[in-house]
């Protein structure tokens, strides 16, 4: 797994589940540490791809899963605004 695209890829996810946390009513000041967090679990995931190479495919399924649905989310929400 190559690091550096990992993290700038992790970057947009991070922001988009502390968005979907705070809409869904998670305190906004404790967003920051939400996304600490995240960042930490994302880069030991990162680091278990490192060390066991047989869990890279399916580490990397799940990641576009998550941005997948983060998207999807995103684009109904999108057209659900417009359509009030």
Known sequence: M???IFA???TPLIIAIVQVA???GFPK???PLLALGIGLVLGLVAALATLHPDLDPLIKMATLGIMAGLAASG???A???TTK
């Open 22 to 24: 705070k809409s869904a």
């Open 75 to 77: 684009a109904y929400d």
């Open 8 to 10: 700038a890829s992790a």
């Open 2 to 4: 190559n690091i550096p």
């Open 29 to 31: 000041r404790y967003a």
């Open 79 to 81: 057209v659900h605004e």
